[in-house]
Protein backbone atom coordinates (compact mmCIF):
# COMPACT_ATOMS: atom_id res chain seq x y z
CA UNK A 1 0.00 0.00 0.00
CA UNK A 2 1.42 3.36 -0.97
CA UNK A 3 1.54 5.79 1.85
CA UNK A 4 -1.44 8.17 2.52
CA UNK A 5 -0.26 11.72 2.05
CA UNK A 6 -1.04 13.41 5.26
CA UNK A 7 -2.84 16.51 3.80
CA UNK A 8 -6.38 18.21 3.45
CA UNK A 9 -5.69 18.00 -0.16
CA UNK A 10 -5.09 14.49 -0.41
CA UNK A 11 -7.96 13.38 2.26
CA UNK A 12 -10.72 15.84 -0.10
CA UNK A 13 -9.19 13.77 -2.88
CA UNK A 14 -9.63 10.62 -1.51
CA UNK A 15 -13.27 11.35 -0.71
CA UNK A 16 -14.11 12.56 -3.99
CA UNK A 17 -12.92 9.06 -5.27
CA UNK A 18 -15.08 7.27 -2.76
CA UNK A 19 -17.96 8.64 -2.71
CA UNK A 20 -19.62 6.80 -5.66
CA UNK A 21 -19.00 3.42 -3.86
CA UNK A 22 -20.78 4.93 -0.61
CA UNK A 23 -24.07 3.48 -0.94
CA UNK A 24 -24.35 -0.24 -2.71
CA UNK A 25 -20.86 -1.42 -3.27
CA UNK A 26 -20.32 -0.47 0.58
CA UNK A 27 -23.02 -1.89 1.92
CA UNK A 28 -21.80 -5.43 -0.17
CA UNK A 29 -18.80 -5.43 0.04
CA UNK A 30 -17.39 -3.38 3.13
CA UNK A 31 -16.57 -6.25 5.50
CA UNK A 32 -14.05 -8.28 3.40
CA UNK A 33 -10.79 -7.73 3.45
CA UNK A 34 -9.42 -8.53 -0.11
CA UNK A 35 -5.73 -7.91 1.30
CA UNK A 36 -5.35 -5.13 -1.64
CA UNK A 37 -6.74 -1.86 -0.92
CA UNK A 38 -7.77 -1.11 -4.37
CA UNK A 39 -9.97 -3.90 -4.29
CA UNK A 40 -11.10 -3.02 -0.69
CA UNK A 41 -14.76 -1.28 -0.70
CA UNK A 42 -13.80 0.78 2.61
CA UNK A 43 -12.63 4.23 2.45
CA UNK A 44 -9.67 4.43 4.12
CA UNK A 45 -10.85 7.71 5.20
CA UNK A 46 -9.61 7.31 8.79
CA UNK A 47 -6.44 8.75 9.41
CA UNK A 48 -7.72 12.25 7.81
CA UNK A 49 -10.75 12.32 9.97
CA UNK A 50 -8.89 11.18 12.98
CA UNK A 51 -6.80 14.50 12.86
CA UNK A 52 -9.81 16.18 11.54
CA UNK A 53 -7.81 17.13 8.59
CA UNK A 54 -11.29 16.12 6.85
CA UNK A 55 -14.43 16.81 8.98
CA UNK A 56 -16.65 13.82 9.59
CA UNK A 57 -19.51 16.92 8.64
CA UNK A 58 -17.46 17.17 5.39
CA UNK A 59 -17.68 13.53 4.55
CA UNK A 60 -21.31 12.90 5.40
CA UNK A 61 -22.02 15.60 3.45
CA UNK A 62 -20.35 14.56 0.25
CA UNK A 63 -21.62 11.33 0.50
CA UNK A 64 -25.54 12.57 1.26
CA UNK A 65 -25.02 14.43 -2.38
CA UNK A 66 -24.40 11.35 -4.25
CA UNK A 67 -27.04 8.83 -2.42
CA UNK A 68 -30.48 8.85 -0.36
CA UNK A 69 -29.23 8.35 3.63
CA UNK A 70 -31.12 5.25 3.02
CA UNK A 71 -28.63 3.77 -0.02
CA UNK A 72 -25.73 5.21 2.19
CA UNK A 73 -26.96 4.22 5.40
CA UNK A 74 -24.28 1.59 6.45
CA UNK A 75 -21.51 4.28 5.76
CA UNK A 76 -23.25 6.94 7.51
CA UNK A 77 -23.84 4.60 10.75
CA UNK A 78 -20.26 3.52 10.56
CA UNK A 79 -19.09 7.17 10.76
CA UNK A 80 -21.58 7.72 13.34
CA UNK A 81 -20.32 4.81 15.20
CA UNK A 82 -16.88 6.67 15.63
CA UNK A 83 -18.84 9.77 16.69
CA UNK A 84 -20.36 7.57 19.12
CA UNK A 85 -17.32 6.39 21.09
CA UNK A 86 -15.95 9.89 21.04
CA UNK A 87 -18.95 10.60 22.96
CA UNK A 88 -19.04 7.61 25.49
CA UNK A 89 -15.70 8.15 26.22
CA UNK A 90 -16.01 11.62 26.86
CA UNK A 91 -18.69 10.64 29.38
CA UNK A 92 -16.58 8.61 30.77
CA UNK A 93 -12.71 9.81 31.47
CA UNK A 94 -12.04 7.44 33.97
CA UNK A 95 -12.13 4.38 31.29
CA UNK A 96 -9.39 5.95 29.41
CA UNK A 97 -7.27 6.78 32.52
CA UNK A 98 -7.91 2.94 33.57
CA UNK A 99 -6.89 1.40 30.37
CA UNK A 100 -3.24 3.38 30.74
CA UNK A 101 -2.79 2.42 34.05
CA UNK A 102 -3.85 -1.41 33.33
CA UNK A 103 -1.60 -0.96 29.79
CA UNK A 104 1.80 0.33 32.23
CA UNK A 105 1.34 -2.28 34.40
CA UNK A 106 1.06 -4.83 31.64
CA UNK A 107 4.18 -3.22 29.96
CA UNK A 108 5.78 -3.41 33.26
CA UNK A 109 4.85 -6.98 33.47
CA UNK A 110 6.95 -7.91 30.24
CA UNK A 111 10.58 -7.70 32.06
CA UNK A 112 8.96 -9.70 34.76
CA UNK A 113 7.51 -12.67 33.26
CA UNK A 114 9.19 -14.12 30.52
CA UNK A 115 6.70 -16.36 28.99
CA UNK A 116 4.30 -13.25 28.73
CA UNK A 117 7.22 -11.50 26.91
CA UNK A 118 7.74 -14.98 24.29
CA UNK A 119 4.05 -14.91 23.67
CA UNK A 120 4.35 -10.59 23.06
CA UNK A 121 7.16 -10.54 21.77
CA UNK A 122 5.49 -12.90 18.68
CA UNK A 123 2.37 -11.51 18.38
CA UNK A 124 4.05 -8.66 17.39
CA UNK A 125 6.71 -9.70 15.45
CA UNK A 126 4.42 -12.12 13.37
CA UNK A 127 5.60 -15.26 14.46
CA UNK A 128 2.87 -17.16 16.45
CA UNK A 129 2.22 -19.36 13.03
CA UNK A 130 -1.27 -18.28 12.64
CA UNK A 131 -1.23 -17.60 9.58
CA UNK A 132 -3.99 -14.45 8.97
CA UNK A 133 -2.80 -12.98 12.67
CA UNK A 134 0.33 -12.64 11.86
CA UNK A 135 -0.28 -11.21 8.23
CA UNK A 136 -2.11 -8.99 10.40
CA UNK A 137 0.97 -7.77 12.50
CA UNK A 138 2.86 -7.35 10.05
CA UNK A 139 0.49 -5.55 7.50
CA UNK A 140 -0.03 -3.10 10.67
CA UNK A 141 3.91 -2.49 11.15
CA UNK A 142 4.05 -2.17 7.40
CA UNK A 143 1.39 0.15 6.29
CA UNK A 144 -0.15 1.73 9.50
CA UNK A 145 -3.84 0.85 8.51
CA UNK A 146 -5.58 -2.51 9.00
CA UNK A 147 -9.28 -3.16 7.46
CA UNK A 148 -11.77 -3.27 10.31
CA UNK A 149 -12.87 -6.51 10.12
CA UNK A 150 -9.12 -7.52 10.57
CA UNK A 151 -8.76 -5.39 13.49
CA UNK A 152 -11.72 -7.28 14.71
CA UNK A 153 -10.26 -10.94 13.98
CA UNK A 154 -6.63 -9.49 15.61
CA UNK A 155 -8.16 -8.33 18.59
CA UNK A 156 -10.31 -10.86 19.26
CA UNK A 157 -7.28 -13.57 18.44
CA UNK A 158 -4.81 -11.74 21.05
CA UNK A 159 -7.35 -12.04 23.47
CA UNK A 160 -8.95 -14.79 24.06
CA UNK A 161 -6.79 -17.68 21.91
CA UNK A 162 -3.32 -15.94 22.80
CA UNK A 163 -4.79 -14.69 25.91
CA UNK A 164 -2.85 -11.92 26.43
CA UNK A 165 -3.79 -8.59 28.08
CA UNK A 166 -6.00 -6.29 25.45
CA UNK A 167 -4.21 -3.66 27.24
CA UNK A 168 -0.90 -4.22 25.39
CA UNK A 169 -2.94 -5.29 21.97
CA UNK A 170 -4.30 -1.81 22.04
CA UNK A 171 -1.01 0.08 22.47
CA UNK A 172 0.10 -2.20 19.26
CA UNK A 173 -2.64 -0.51 17.35
CA UNK A 174 -1.60 2.90 18.78
CA UNK A 175 1.97 2.95 17.96
CA UNK A 176 1.43 1.72 14.57
CA UNK A 177 -2.10 2.66 13.11
CA UNK A 178 -1.88 6.08 11.84
CA UNK A 179 -5.80 6.47 12.82
CA UNK A 180 -5.00 5.76 15.91
CA UNK A 181 -7.58 6.88 18.32
CA UNK A 182 -8.03 6.70 22.23
CA UNK A 183 -12.11 6.70 22.04
CA UNK A 184 -12.38 3.73 18.80
CA UNK A 185 -9.27 2.00 19.65
CA UNK A 186 -10.09 1.42 23.18
CA UNK A 187 -13.58 0.41 23.07
CA UNK A 188 -13.24 -1.60 20.10
CA UNK A 189 -11.16 -3.36 22.16
CA UNK A 190 -12.91 -3.13 25.08
CA UNK A 191 -16.05 -4.43 22.40
CA UNK A 192 -14.46 -7.47 21.27
CA UNK A 193 -13.32 -8.57 24.93
CA UNK A 194 -16.69 -8.01 25.87
CA UNK A 195 -16.69 -5.37 28.35
CA UNK A 196 -18.41 -2.69 26.37
CA UNK A 197 -21.26 -4.82 25.24
CA UNK A 198 -20.81 -6.14 28.61
CA UNK A 199 -20.93 -9.81 28.30
CA UNK A 200 -21.02 -10.21 24.52
CA UNK A 201 -17.25 -10.74 22.58
CA UNK A 202 -16.52 -11.02 19.38
CA UNK A 203 -14.87 -14.50 18.34
CA UNK A 204 -12.82 -15.27 15.61
CA UNK A 205 -13.29 -18.65 13.48
CA UNK A 206 -11.54 -20.15 10.80
CA UNK A 207 -14.84 -20.03 8.85
CA UNK A 208 -15.49 -16.21 8.94
CA UNK A 209 -11.87 -15.25 8.05
CA UNK A 210 -11.36 -17.05 5.10
CA UNK A 211 -14.82 -15.78 4.06
CA UNK A 212 -14.27 -12.86 4.45
CA UNK A 213 -10.64 -12.66 3.12
CA UNK A 214 -11.28 -14.35 -0.25
CA UNK A 215 -10.14 -17.48 0.90
CA UNK A 216 -6.46 -16.03 1.56
CA UNK A 217 -6.28 -17.60 5.39
CA UNK A 218 -6.89 -21.24 6.80
CA UNK A 219 -6.32 -20.09 10.26
CA UNK A 220 -6.15 -23.73 12.62
CA UNK A 221 -6.56 -23.26 16.24
CA UNK A 222 -8.46 -20.72 17.12
CA UNK A 223 -10.32 -20.54 20.72
CA UNK A 224 -13.90 -20.15 19.22
CA UNK A 225 -15.58 -20.58 22.52
CA UNK A 226 -14.43 -18.30 24.98
CA UNK A 227 -15.99 -16.62 27.09
CA UNK A 228 -16.16 -12.52 27.67
CA UNK A 229 -13.57 -11.10 29.73
CA UNK A 230 -14.96 -10.23 33.13
CA UNK A 231 -14.50 -6.53 34.60
CA UNK A 232 -15.97 -3.92 36.46
CA UNK A 233 -19.18 -2.03 34.82
CA UNK A 234 -18.28 1.25 33.30
CA UNK A 235 -18.82 4.42 34.91
CA UNK A 236 -22.43 6.00 34.97
CA UNK A 237 -21.89 8.91 32.15
CA UNK A 238 -20.31 12.13 33.47
CA UNK A 239 -21.41 15.74 32.42
CA UNK A 240 -20.37 16.63 28.96
CA UNK A 241 -17.92 19.55 28.55
CA UNK A 242 -19.69 22.56 27.29
CA UNK A 243 -16.86 24.46 25.42
CA UNK A 244 -16.93 28.31 25.59
CA UNK A 245 -17.26 30.72 23.20
CA UNK A 246 -13.69 33.18 22.25
CA UNK A 247 -13.92 36.61 23.71
CA UNK A 248 -12.82 39.65 20.74
CA UNK A 249 -9.33 39.72 22.37
CA UNK A 250 -6.18 39.66 20.85
CA UNK A 251 -5.97 35.57 20.27
CA UNK A 252 -3.64 32.46 19.48
CA UNK A 253 -4.96 29.81 17.35
CA UNK A 254 -4.00 26.52 18.66
CA UNK A 255 -4.30 23.50 16.41
CA UNK A 256 -3.39 20.11 17.53
CA UNK A 257 -3.68 16.52 16.34
CA UNK A 258 -7.34 15.64 17.23
CA UNK A 259 -8.11 18.77 15.12
CA UNK A 260 -6.36 20.55 12.38
CA UNK A 261 -9.39 22.40 10.72
CA UNK A 262 -9.51 26.17 12.05
CA UNK A 263 -12.83 27.73 13.06
CA UNK A 264 -15.50 28.72 11.49
CA UNK A 265 -16.12 29.10 15.43
CA UNK A 266 -19.40 31.38 15.40
CA UNK A 267 -17.98 34.03 17.08
CA UNK A 268 -13.83 34.17 16.37
CA UNK A 269 -13.86 37.82 16.09
CA UNK A 270 -10.43 38.99 17.85
CA UNK A 271 -7.19 39.29 16.31
CA UNK A 272 -5.31 36.12 15.45
CA UNK A 273 -1.54 37.16 16.39
CA UNK A 274 -0.57 33.78 15.98
CA UNK A 275 -1.05 30.05 14.85
CA UNK A 276 0.39 27.12 16.23
CA UNK A 277 -0.06 22.88 16.19
CA UNK A 278 0.50 21.18 19.12
CA UNK A 279 1.91 17.39 18.74
CA UNK A 280 0.83 15.33 21.56
CA UNK A 281 0.67 12.08 19.18
CA UNK A 282 3.82 11.01 21.55
CA UNK A 283 1.03 10.66 24.69
CA UNK A 284 -0.66 7.78 22.83
CA UNK A 285 1.61 5.04 23.82
CA UNK A 286 4.67 5.06 26.12
CA UNK A 287 6.28 2.89 23.55
CA UNK A 288 8.08 3.61 20.61
CA UNK A 289 5.66 4.62 17.89
CA UNK A 290 5.41 3.19 14.40
CA UNK A 291 6.90 5.60 11.73
CA UNK A 292 4.39 5.94 9.15
CA UNK A 293 1.86 6.91 12.23
CA UNK A 294 4.19 9.29 13.50
CA UNK A 295 4.68 11.05 10.15
CA UNK A 296 1.16 11.61 9.60
CA UNK A 297 0.65 12.81 12.46
CA UNK A 298 3.34 15.57 12.26
CA UNK A 299 2.91 16.22 8.33
CA UNK A 300 -0.99 16.69 9.23
CA UNK A 301 -0.15 19.05 11.63
CA UNK A 302 2.79 21.14 9.13
CA UNK A 303 -0.56 21.07 6.44
CA UNK A 304 -2.90 22.51 8.44
CA UNK A 305 -0.45 25.26 10.15
CA UNK A 306 0.29 26.13 6.07
CA UNK A 307 -2.86 26.32 5.44
CA UNK A 308 -3.77 28.58 8.47
CA UNK A 309 -0.48 31.12 9.38
CA UNK A 310 0.65 33.43 7.44
CA UNK A 311 3.93 32.17 6.53
CA UNK A 312 6.21 32.00 9.40
CA UNK A 313 7.33 28.78 11.47
CA UNK A 314 5.51 25.69 10.23
CA UNK A 315 6.56 23.31 12.72
CA UNK A 316 4.28 21.74 14.77
CA UNK A 317 5.54 21.82 18.36
CA UNK A 318 5.72 18.59 20.71
CA UNK A 319 6.65 20.68 23.76
CA UNK A 320 4.13 22.55 25.96
CA UNK A 321 6.46 24.61 28.06
CA UNK A 322 7.85 25.79 24.31
CA UNK A 323 4.48 26.75 23.23
CA UNK A 324 3.37 28.46 26.44
CA UNK A 325 6.45 30.47 25.91
CA UNK A 326 5.28 31.28 22.60
CA UNK A 327 1.92 32.53 23.44
CA UNK A 328 2.96 34.61 26.31
CA UNK A 329 5.54 36.42 23.87
CA UNK A 330 3.22 36.97 21.34
CA UNK A 331 1.31 39.48 23.15
CA UNK A 332 -2.05 37.50 23.01
CA UNK A 333 -4.83 37.46 25.58
CA UNK A 334 -6.64 34.41 25.12
CA UNK A 335 -5.80 30.87 23.09
CA UNK A 336 -8.36 29.44 20.83
CA UNK A 337 -7.75 26.20 20.98
CA UNK A 338 -10.62 23.54 18.83
CA UNK A 339 -11.85 21.06 22.13
CA UNK A 340 -10.02 17.92 22.06
CA UNK A 341 -11.62 14.67 23.17
CA UNK A 342 -10.21 12.67 26.05
CA UNK A 343 -6.40 11.71 25.33
CA UNK A 344 -3.14 12.55 25.17
CA UNK A 345 -4.37 16.00 23.57
CA UNK A 346 -6.54 17.10 26.39
CA UNK A 347 -4.14 16.17 29.12
CA UNK A 348 -1.47 18.62 27.17
CA UNK A 349 -4.18 21.41 26.45
CA UNK A 350 -4.73 21.59 30.54
CA UNK A 351 -1.47 21.59 31.03
CA UNK A 352 -1.00 24.73 28.73
CA UNK A 353 -4.13 26.32 30.30
CA UNK A 354 -2.83 25.94 33.97
CA UNK A 355 0.44 27.53 33.28
CA UNK A 356 -1.10 30.48 31.24
CA UNK A 357 -3.11 31.22 34.12
CA UNK A 358 -0.77 33.14 36.06
CA UNK A 359 0.46 35.06 32.76
CA UNK A 360 -3.76 35.75 32.84
CA UNK A 361 -3.99 34.60 29.22
CA UNK A 362 -7.04 32.02 29.53
CA UNK A 363 -7.87 29.38 26.53
CA UNK A 364 -10.91 28.26 25.56
CA UNK A 365 -12.10 25.57 23.47
CA UNK A 366 -15.03 25.44 21.63
CA UNK A 367 -16.86 22.20 20.23
CA UNK A 368 -17.76 21.94 16.92
CA UNK A 369 -21.55 22.03 16.77
CA UNK A 370 -21.22 18.50 14.85
CA UNK A 371 -20.03 17.24 18.40
CA UNK A 372 -22.37 18.78 20.30
CA UNK A 373 -25.21 17.38 18.44
CA UNK A 374 -24.04 13.91 18.62
CA UNK A 375 -22.68 13.33 21.76
CA UNK A 376 -25.29 13.74 24.40
CA UNK A 377 -26.55 10.58 22.40
CA UNK A 378 -23.81 8.21 23.78
CA UNK A 379 -24.95 7.75 26.98
CA UNK A 380 -26.03 4.05 26.43
CA UNK A 381 -25.34 1.20 23.73
CA UNK A 382 -24.97 3.11 19.46
CA UNK A 383 -28.99 1.83 19.30
CA UNK A 384 -29.59 5.26 21.03
CA UNK A 385 -27.51 6.65 18.84
CA UNK A 386 -28.33 4.87 15.62
CA UNK A 387 -32.01 6.31 16.21
CA UNK A 388 -31.43 9.94 15.98
CA UNK A 389 -29.42 9.58 12.84
CA UNK A 390 -31.71 11.70 10.59
CA UNK A 391 -32.34 14.10 13.57
CA UNK A 392 -28.70 14.91 13.43
CA UNK A 393 -28.66 14.78 9.49
CA UNK A 394 -30.96 17.67 9.46
CA UNK A 395 -29.68 19.47 11.82
CA UNK A 396 -26.06 19.16 9.44
CA UNK A 397 -28.32 20.09 6.44
CA UNK A 398 -30.09 22.82 8.18
CA UNK A 399 -26.63 24.19 9.15
CA UNK A 400 -25.30 24.07 5.49
CA UNK A 401 -28.16 25.66 3.55
C1 LIG B 1 -9.84 -3.52 17.65
C2 LIG B 1 -10.20 -2.30 16.85
C3 LIG B 1 -9.45 -1.15 16.98
C4 LIG B 1 -9.80 0.01 16.26
N1 LIG B 1 -9.03 1.14 16.42
C5 LIG B 1 -9.38 2.28 15.75
C6 LIG B 1 -8.62 3.47 15.91
O1 LIG B 1 -7.65 3.53 16.67
N2 LIG B 1 -9.00 4.57 15.20
C7 LIG B 1 -10.08 4.55 14.35
O2 LIG B 1 -10.36 5.58 13.72
N3 LIG B 1 -10.83 3.44 14.22
C8 LIG B 1 -10.52 2.31 14.88
N4 LIG B 1 -11.27 1.18 14.72
C9 LIG B 1 -12.52 1.27 13.94
C10 LIG B 1 -12.40 0.89 12.46
O3 LIG B 1 -11.72 -0.32 12.32
C11 LIG B 1 -11.70 1.95 11.62
O4 LIG B 1 -12.25 3.23 11.87
C12 LIG B 1 -11.85 1.65 10.14
O5 LIG B 1 -11.34 0.38 9.86
C13 LIG B 1 -11.12 2.71 9.34
O6 LIG B 1 -11.06 2.36 7.99
P1 LIG B 1 -11.88 3.14 6.88
O7 LIG B 1 -11.67 4.59 7.01
O8 LIG B 1 -11.54 2.51 5.58
O9 LIG B 1 -13.37 2.78 7.31
P2 LIG B 1 -14.75 2.87 6.53
O10 LIG B 1 -15.37 1.53 6.59
O11 LIG B 1 -14.60 3.48 5.20
O12 LIG B 1 -15.63 3.80 7.48
C14 LIG B 1 -15.71 5.22 7.34
C15 LIG B 1 -15.36 5.87 8.66
O13 LIG B 1 -16.27 5.47 9.67
C16 LIG B 1 -15.57 5.30 10.91
N5 LIG B 1 -15.67 3.89 11.32
C17 LIG B 1 -15.80 2.81 10.51
N6 LIG B 1 -15.91 1.69 11.24
C18 LIG B 1 -15.83 2.06 12.52
C19 LIG B 1 -15.87 1.37 13.76
N7 LIG B 1 -16.06 0.04 13.81
N8 LIG B 1 -15.73 2.06 14.90
C20 LIG B 1 -15.56 3.41 14.89
N9 LIG B 1 -15.53 4.13 13.74
C21 LIG B 1 -15.66 3.46 12.59
C22 LIG B 1 -14.13 5.69 10.66
O14 LIG B 1 -13.92 7.03 11.03
C23 LIG B 1 -13.98 5.48 9.17
O15 LIG B 1 -12.98 6.28 8.60
C24 LIG B 1 -10.93 0.00 15.41
C25 LIG B 1 -11.68 -1.18 15.29
C26 LIG B 1 -11.32 -2.31 15.98
C27 LIG B 1 -12.15 -3.55 15.82
Sequence with gaps: MAALVATREAGLQRLAEFVDDAGERYARDRNTDFGDPARNAVSMLSPYLRHRLVSEEEVLTAVLERHSPRDAEKFIQ?????????????????????????????????????????????????????????????????????????????????????????ELGADFFMRHLMDGDPASNTLSWRWVGGLHTRGK?????????????????NS?????NAPPLDGPEPPRPSKLPVGENPAAVPSVLLLHDD?????????????????????????????????????????????????????GDNSPETDSERIVARIVQS??????????PVG????????????????????????????????PHATKGFFAMKSVIPDMLALMARRSA
Design 78 to 166: EVYWRTYFKGWLEQRPQVWRDYETARDRSLAALSANKGLATAYDEAVAGTTGMDAFDAFALELVETGYLHNHSRMWFASIWIFTLRLPW
Design 201 to 217: NYLATRDNIRRYTNGRF
Design 220 to 224: KGLNE
Design 259 to 311: DCLAPPFDALSGEIVDVMALDASAGRSPGERGNLAATFTREALVDSLAAHSAG
Design 331 to 340: GARQVVAPHA
Design 344 to 375: PVNDALNRIAKTLQSHEISMVRPIRAYDREAW
